[in-house]
């Protein structure tokens, strides 16, 4: 642990002295923190169930300089609380480092590094509270919300845009593990102010047996290949947001035997999530709601590593709040989730929170 | 008794003072000044009103408004998509209505022979692909860029609308209001600059002495329109004309939306063309009609 913060002090140092060398530049410092006290009043696990704590669930600090007219580089640390008992420091990681080029091409920017991924960003955007619970992909883990690599983004025309990513697959946290590579791509198109119609793909090849590359799976189930497809719609209003999003991730031929003891059988995950936002009459107060649904396995029974897995694994996700905002940019979110599982006599979570939620930024700065 | 007394007049000042409503305007460098006079205006009829008007740019007013910490952001532009979802994050209904319109002017030293450029060729100027007065019929001498700072609407309509998008010149010296642009261009034989219509004229309603504002071509082979000419702006024909834009938070009420109604009224619209802008018309006013005005 101790190597991992003097590799970060480094990097700061190293970062730092570079950017000041850079005079006349603007820049911005800027960041974000989600805080709680939850309060876990029922639980599938009777070791979480009557949890309570204040937790600092995730904060960003981020750092953003214009190198040049059409260059700008961004990095950004994001660290958080461990799970309830962790004794372990809050330690900060690399969530973003990335330049961004713009007009690579005619309206097209250009991204190399580790930076944010196309599988849900215009979801989130239009979910709008991260700081409650993260949209049903990523949540689900079926992308990460960064990687490391290269992604081109922009525009075909006034309403059709796309991004194009060329990945490692392995998300910010971790260096490859094979020589295969994450395509994904967006499309989407904006026919109307507030209106988005989206569709997404990717693929990653695999190897599971390891010939000729290094073994190790990026995903429980593992596969021959990784495949995703997904469809978003959402409306935004000036006072309320609507959104629905639909996905379908394919592990080919992937590492799980199914009943019958067919080898290598396809394990499909797939899911929907329909949220809203509510700007009340009542002044800096809205209303926010989300009702998710995911299925890890289609199949209800398959077998990996002869353990049973994805027998009634399927569970819905509610989750309903207040924003209150008594200042700009500082919002107190009193909400409450509730898991309800499939399975037989499986027991629903439910979790009691008032979540703290504010963002600072210095706005731009000439150094 | 004469404790009692000084308690009611004590009592009376605060009751005053109480029922005063304040409203605060942030924004656009490009409206400030006319702003400001509507706001002179009105407080003249209104003396229980008092309005405070700053600048600091488009950008600055909208996230003021964002922020909750204004009831009006002056805009010389829309508002962008990331600023509408910020708006949404926070609460805030943005409300937007047009006061005036602005024929935004390309303005260059009384002394150059240059009188009209195409859009595109104003583009090339500004984004230095076009570095010599000579490339567009001028003097040989090298072209010196005036214009304004990344907060400012202006900068944002003008690399949209005439830059196509792209990056200004990195030689661009950036300034901090309209004034200082023009300013720069009376003294500089070689400048160019861009601002809105209202700060190209003199005390007398003439176009600064030392001061030519270009006539514009949409596209090469069209004719060249000037946009002192006030029906070429509100009919379109000038290529680089825009609306003045004032944001608020939620239905208009109160002392607010007397406000706006004074300077959408007869005499407020009066105030926008002594201060050389142009008053609203065609569109605008159904835009406004949504806005409750």
Redesign the interface.
């Known amino acids: 642990m101790k190597i991992k913060q003097y590799q970060i002090g480094i990097l700061f140092f190293t970062f730092f002295l570079g950017i000041i060398s850079l005079s006349g530049q603007t820049s911005t410092i800027k960041g974000v923190v989600f805080a709680d006290y939850y309060n876990n009043l029922k639980n599938h696990s009777s070791e979480a169930e009557g949890l309570n704590a204040f937790q600092i669930r995730r904060v960003y600090f981020t750092f953003e300089n214009n190198i040049t007219p059409n260059i700008k580089m961004r990095f950004r640390l994001e660290s958080a609380h461990g799970k309830f008992g962790d004794d372990s420091k809050i330690n900060p990681f690399v969530k973003h480092a990335y330049l961004e080029w713009s007009n690579f091409l005619p309206s097209h920017k250009l991204y190399l590094g580790i930076a944010e991924t196309n599988a849900f960003k215009n979801a989130e955007n239009y979910w709008g509270y991260r700081s409650i619970e993260k949209t049903i992909m990523d949540l689900n883990k079926i992308s990460s919300s960064a990687d490391m690599g290269l992604a081109l983004k922009g525009d075909l025309g006034t309403v059709l845009h796309h991004w194009f990513t060329l990945y490692n697959g392995t998300g910010y946290g971790s260096a490859e593990v094979d020589k295969y590579k994450k395509l994904g791509y967006a499309l989407w198109l904006t026919p109307v102010e507030g209106l988005i119609l989206e569709g997404y793909v990717d693929y990653e090849k695999q190897d599971p047996d390891g010939n000729g590359t290094f073994k190790y799976a990026k995903d429980y189930f593992q596969g021959t290949s990784y495949s995703t497809m997904k469809g978003f719609v959402g409306y935004s209003a000036p006072s309320f947001t609507l959104g629905t999003e639909v996905f379908v991730r394919t592990n080919k031929d992937s590492g799980a035997k199914d009943a019958d003891g067919m080898e290598k059988t396809d394990v499909k995950k797939q899911g929907f999530s329909v949220f809203g936002s509510w700007i009340t009459p009542l002044t800096k107060l809205k209303l926010f709601g989300r009702y998710d649904s995911f299925d890890p396995n289609t199949k209800d029974n398959v077998w990996v590593s002869d353990v049973k897995n994805g027998m009634d694994d399927e569970y819905a996700l509610i989750i309903a709040g207040l924003d209150y905002i008594p200042e700009g940019n500082i919002h107190f979110m009193p909400n409450i989730m509730i898991k309800k599982y499939t399975a037989d006599g499986k027991k629903n979570d439910m979790t009691a929170r008032l979540t703290l939620y504010y963002k600072f930024s210095t706005g731009k700065i000439i150094i | 008794m004469k404790r009692i007394l000084i308690l009611m007049c004590v009592l009376a000042v605060f009751t005053g003072a109480m029922a005063q409503d304040f409203i605060q305007i942030k924004g656009s460098d490009t409206l400030i000044n006319l702003v400001q006079r509507l706001s002179e205006v009105y407080m003249e009829k209104n003396p229980n009103t008092a309005i405070a008007v700053t600048g600091g740019g488009s950008g600055v007013g909208i996230?003021a408004l964002?922020?909750?910490?204004v009831q009006i952001a002056d805009a010389s532009r829309p508002m962008k998509a990331k600023e509408?979802?910020a708006?949404?994050?926070?609460?805030?209904?943005?409300y937007e209505i047009v006061i005036g319109i602005d024929g935004l002017s390309v303005i260059v030293h009384g002394d150059n022979p240059v009188k009209k450029l195409t859009v595109e060729q104003i583009g090339g100027i500004f984004r230095g692909d076009i570095s010599n007065w000579k490339e567009v019929g001028g003097a040989d001498m090298a072209i010196s860029l005036y214009g304004r700072q990344?907060?400012s609407g202006t900068f944002v309509f003008f690399q949209e609308h005439v830059l196509g998008?792209?990056?200004?010149s990195?030689k661009m010296k950036r300034m901090n209001g309209n004034a200082q642009i023009v300013e720069g261009v009376i003294a500089d034989k070689a400048g160019i600059g861009y601002v809105g219509i209202g700060y190209v004229f003199d005390d007398k309603g003439h176009v600064r002495d030392g001061l030519t504002v270009l006539n514009v071509s949409p596209k090469a082979g069209d004719d060249p329109v000037s946009p002192l000419v006030a029906e070429n702006v509100k009919s379109g024909k000038y290529p680089i004309a825009r609306a003045l834009f004032q944001y608020i938070n939620g239905k208009p009420k109160g002392a607010v939306k007397d406000f706006i109604a004074f300077e959408l009224g007869p005499e407020g619209q009066k105030v926008v063309e002594e201060m050389s802008f142009y008053p609203v018309s065609g569109d605008y006013l159904e835009n406004n009609k949504k806005a409750g005005f």
């Open positions: 996230a964002i922020a909750n910490r509408k979802n708006c949404k994050e926070n609460g805030v209904i943005p990344a907060n998008k792209k990056e200004y990195p």
